[in-house]
């Protein structure tokens, strides 16, 4: 069986403020960062509360060996607002690059792992966070990434 952790794709940290956190890893030369895509090309979604999820702003830099993501929650009720305010600002989630969204998600089911939130687009790319934070630390999340002609 393979692993689903062996591609590291992203860290993804929440923030008060994501302008504020922006400038500052622009002012340490950590740059340049660009909006993530509408949440809203998700057409299959199963999260705790949509308008939540919907309400996350993300800005991505993506490095030569890995993404950062700044995530700033809305007001509405999400993982990552929940997040936020019980543990401030830091590490929510360590995304993993994977070939195939669904394949992945069964093979962590079977391996125990329980299912958060879940997306998918159109042609079935898309994001599973797991269940994992009592256990690892943190979130664990896999994600095949939407490529130009998917």
């Known amino acids: 069986m ?18 504020k956190a922006q400038a ?8 340049p960062w660009a909006q993530y895509p509408p949440l809203a090309e998700y057409e299959e979604l199963e999260v705790p509360s949509k308008p939540g999820f ?7 830099c993506n490095l030569p060996n890995i993404q950062i993501q700044l995530c ?7 993982p ?21 969204a669904d394949a992945a998600e069964a093979q ?3 391996q125990g792992l329980p299912v958060l939130m879940r997306g998918r687009r159109h042609n079935r790319t898309g994001f599973t966070y ?11 999340l896999t ?3 939407n490529l130009p002609g998917r």
């Open 130 to 140: 797991y269940g994992s934070a009592s256990e690892a630390g943190v979130t664990l």
């Open 143 to 145: 994600r095949a990434t």
């Open 108 to 110: 962590a089911k079977a």
């Open 2 to 19: 393979t692993t689903l952790f062996n591609k590291l794709h992203h860290i993804c940290i929440v923030v008060h403020d994501i302008d």
């Open 72 to 78: 700033e929650p809305g007001d509405e009720l999400s």
């Open 54 to 60: 919907l309400s996350l702003k993300y800005r991505i």
């Open 24 to 31: 500052y890893y622009e002012s340490i030369g950590i740059g």
């Open 80 to 100: 990552q607002r929940i997040h936020l305010d019980s543990k401030g600002e830091g590490v929510f989630h360590i995304g993993f690059e994977v070939p195939d």
